[in-house]
């Protein structure tokens, strides 16, 4: 069902359904597909469903504030649009139409290294803060370069994705021989680190073929250093969903992690995101702010992972969504709707502005937990 009068979805799983309607099979499976048996794809949204809010009442909502700072930017909601890549495969603009809809917001985009337009024509359209994310290849000089442009074209933040040492076993992908048109290419990467990526091969992905050839599986800790030596842009790490790593990356003074299992598209099996979060917080006990994405549907889904210690939460799928169905205007809508129905789920639960968002507000054995920490040693402000 949609809003016949406006003539547009009412929720972010309408624009889903819209979104299939309207792209050609293969690609629809490459969006919505996860790896294995796709446990995880259902473990992210299942974790968020076994979470309660605790609403309080008699607390004046009259005005609930969600503007925030994110890595120093400040933003209009604490939101942003994940690291996908191609996005012209959901529109003909691409990246340019959703650099648009997160700049109207005010909120971050994480710009793909595999994306469809080059970064200097991304940040001439962009309005909001931009980060590049990265894969480690194997070309070094490949990689330096696409820093430095990165740089010069103004982003503001570096991505490292470390759940990648090889592209997980993404059947549906296989299934359909998913390849890339011929018109669609990456334009920010040497052509020959992009080999297999139009060839179609039944039994199996061009990206997947591609993602064994230019991947660098070898990638460590140590490598993290040459990285850092290479750039003056904070460094974020993608992908942690253990205390232990999370421990780690803040003693060697990452600057951000993302609470990520790809979407489920990498290990199947892996731990949901909201199931990951409150252990990697408490890890990191305030020394960097840790964001999450990964089967984030509705403005409840970011406030319960915001009142377990997400500094922002970051969207996939619904933007590729959003701009399948209506180019910028359904991807702008979609973070709209995030944005409105946080607004309206702080507001219903007596939340006033996003300090206010705590471990208290959640009925559940992971916010239980956290609460237990907090009055044990209270944590740093967040924001």
Not at 92 to 102: D, P, S, Y
Request: include cysteine; aromatic fraction near 6%; proline fraction near 5%.
């Amino acid at each position: 069902m949609t809003d016949t009068a406006l003539g547009r979805p009412l929720t972010v799983e309408e624009y889903a359904r819209l979104a299939q309607a309207r792209l050609p099979g293969a690609t629809w499976h490459y969006f919505d597909g996860g790896a294995g048996t796709e446990s995880t794809v259902e473990g992210n949204l299942a974790a968020f469903r076994r979470v309660r809010i605790r609403p309080r009442v008699l607390n004046d909502v009259s005005r609930c504030d969600l503007s925030t700072t994110i890595l120093g930017d400040p933003v209009g909601a604490p939101l942003g649009v994940a690291p996908m890549a191609y996005h012209e495969l959901a529109c003909e603009e691409g990246e340019l139409a959703t650099v648009e809809a997160a700049g109207e917001l005010r909120v971050p985009t994480v710009v793909g290294i595999f994306a469809s337009r080059t970064f200097e024509d991304i940040a001439a359209h962009a309005t909001g803060p931009l980060w590049l994310q990265l894969y480690w290849l194997h070309r070094r000089d490949v990689l330096e370069r696409v820093v430095r442009r990165a740089e010069d074209a103004g982003f503001r933040a570096l991505v490292l994705t470390v759940d990648t040492p090889r592209l997980g076993r993404r059947l549906r992908e296989a299934r359909h021989g998913f390849h890339l048109p011929p018109h669609i290419t990456a334009p920010n990467l040497d052509g020959e680190v992009t080999g297999f990526l139009h060839e179609r091969k039944d039994g199996s992905s061009a990206l997947s073929r591609h993602a064994d050839a230019f991947i660098d599986p070898s990638l460590s800790w140590s490598d993290l250093d040459w990285l850092r030596s290479r750039t003056r842009l904070p460094l974020v790490l993608k992908g942690v969903l253990t205390a232990e790593d999370a421990a780690r990356a803040a003693e060697q003074g990452i600057d951000g992690l993302v609470v990520s299992n790809h979407g489920g598209r990498q290990l199947d099996g892996a731990a949901a995101t909201m199931d990951a979060l409150p252990d990697v917080v408490r890890a990191v006990a305030g020394r960097c702010p840790v964001f999450l994405d990964g089967g984030v549907r509705s403005g409840t889904d970011v406030l319960k992972a915001l009142a377990l210690g997400a500094q922002a939460v970051f969207l996939g799928r619904p933007v590729l969504w959003g701009l399948a169905a209506n180019g910028e205007a359904g991807a702008r809508h979609v973070l709209t709707l995030l944005r409105d129905e946080l607004e309206d789920a702080m507001a219903l639960s007596g939340c006033p502005s996003l300090a206010s968002l705590t471990p208290e507000r959640l009925d559940c054995e992971r916010a239980a937990a956290a609460r237990n920490d907090a009055h044990d040693d209270p944590p740093e402000g967040r924001r």
